[in-house]
């Protein structure tokens, strides 16, 4: 069955440093997202995406956050200058090409520690 | 805007108990519904959904019923085993919108004592 995969399953990094995660969404879907979960909290909505273009984003993704699809398969969040409270677990998810509110795949998260 | 509420947690029932957890939305358009399941040190899996008013979402033994007319979509299961301990989200995505975010509830913490 075809899964949404995530790289690195955990990432550390020192406080000011940028780092790239990674997803390799499901082959033929068409839309892409990245939520985040601080722990203990609820989900949060970052960025969509769809054609080579950000759809949505919240107001969490500030200037310090890019997405880019760089080839055909992966799907990569980056964090430029990284703050303590981006500590988080960071979830990737596609969805196909059908209606809007279909159902989206989520991978397993990249927990992101920030030191 | 969209918003789903569910109950609080945590829910400790005893194997074999009879499990609800309580959870209404907020939504401008004609959301789609769903329960997702977080197991311990895991991702976020699609437990069932539901898209249009009256519709049932099932699986593994859960059940929800997307009731427009008290916006709510109640997780009920008649007999939870340990292996059901996580934490549950209610969630919804506005189907009329293209930009089709999740937007989660809190969570709700499952134990299940043998």
């Known amino acids: 069955e075809p899964e949404v995969t995530q790289t690195p399953s955990h990432q550390v990094t020192q406080m000011g440093q940028e780092v790239i995660l990674r997803c390799v969404p499901i082959s033929n879907h068409l839309y892409f997202y990245w939520y985040r979960q601080i722990l203990g909290q609820k989900v949060e909505f970052l960025v969509s995406f769809y054609n080579n273009e950000i759809s949505e984003k919240s107001e969490i993704f500030d200037d310090q956050f890019s997405v880019e699809r760089p080839d055909g398969s992966n799907f990569t969040l980056k964090i430029r200058s990284t703050k303590l409270e981006d500590s988080a677990m960071y979830f990737c998810?596609?969805?196909?090409?059908?209606?809007?509110?279909?159902?989206?795949?989520f991978g397993p998260g990249t927990r992101l520690t920030v030191l | 805007g969209n918003s789903v509420t569910q109950m609080e947690g945590p829910v400790t029932l005893s194997e074999e108990a009879f499990l609800t957890i309580n959870c209404t939305y907020t939504a401008t358009g004609y959301p789609s519904l769903f329960w997702y399941v977080q197991y311990p040190g895991e991702g976020l899996q699609l437990l069932l959904k539901?898209?249009?008013?009256?519709d049932k979402g099932s699986n593994k033994g859960f059940e929800a019923t997307y009731r427009k007319e008290t916006t709510s979509f109640h997780l009920e299961k008649g007999s939870v085993q340990v292996s059901d301990s996580a934490v549950y989200f209610c969630?919804?995505?506005?189907?009329?919108?293209?930009?089709?975010?999740?937007?989660f509830g809190k969570g709700t913490r499952l134990h299940i004592l043998p």
């Open positions: 539901a898209t249009k008013a009256d």
């Open positions: 969630a919804l995505s506005d189907r009329g919108n293209r930009d089709d975010k999740i937007i």
């Open positions: 998810a596609s969805r196909d090409h059908g209606l809007a509110g279909g159902e989206q795949f």
